[in-house]
Nanobody
Framework: VQLVESGGGLVQAGGSLRLSCAASGTTFGITTMAWYRRAPEKPRELVAAIVTEYGNTTYTDSVKGRFTISRDNAKNMMYLQMKSLKPEDTAVYYC???????????????????WGQGTQVTVSS
């Protein structure tokens, strides 16, 4: 499976961006997908995750109400709509895919088998 992120860039605080993740290869069996981010000198952080079949979602507290994760299974795409961006959202954003065997939420990075190369999001103040 290959995951390719796009949509990152430079935006002013309060602005919006939409990240996309395109999955290709053997995508059958993906149960959960997620967006992670890593800011300079900070650990990798789960931003949001989605159960691919049922659409259940979870978000880290700092993005609740501002970010929305979604997926289009027919197109093998996942998205992260980001609004009201803050400088602290600056990071490299990665998409990830898990094959859990069951449709379930996954909060652990170690469970995600495939990762994209990342896309930079920079929010200026």
């Amino acid at each position: 499976v290959q995951l390719v992120e796009s949509g990152g860039g430079l935006v002013q605080a309060g602005g919006s961006l939409r990240l996309s993740c395109a999955a290709s290869g053997t995508t059958f069996g993906i149960t959960t997908m997620a967006w992670y981010r890593r800011a300079p000198e900070k650990p990798r952080e789960l931003v949001a995750a989605i159960v691919t079949e049922y659409g259940n979602t979870t978000y880290t507290d700092s993005v609740k109400g501002r970010f929305t994760i979604s997926r289009d299974n027919a197109k093998n795409m996942m998205y992260l709509q980001m609004k009201s961006l803050k400088p602290e959202d600056t990071a490299v954003y990665y998409c990830a895919a898990a094959y859990l065997g069951v449709q379930a939420m996954c909060m652990f990075a170690s469970e995600y088998r495939y990762w994209g190369q990342g896309t930079q999001v920079t929010v200026s103040s």
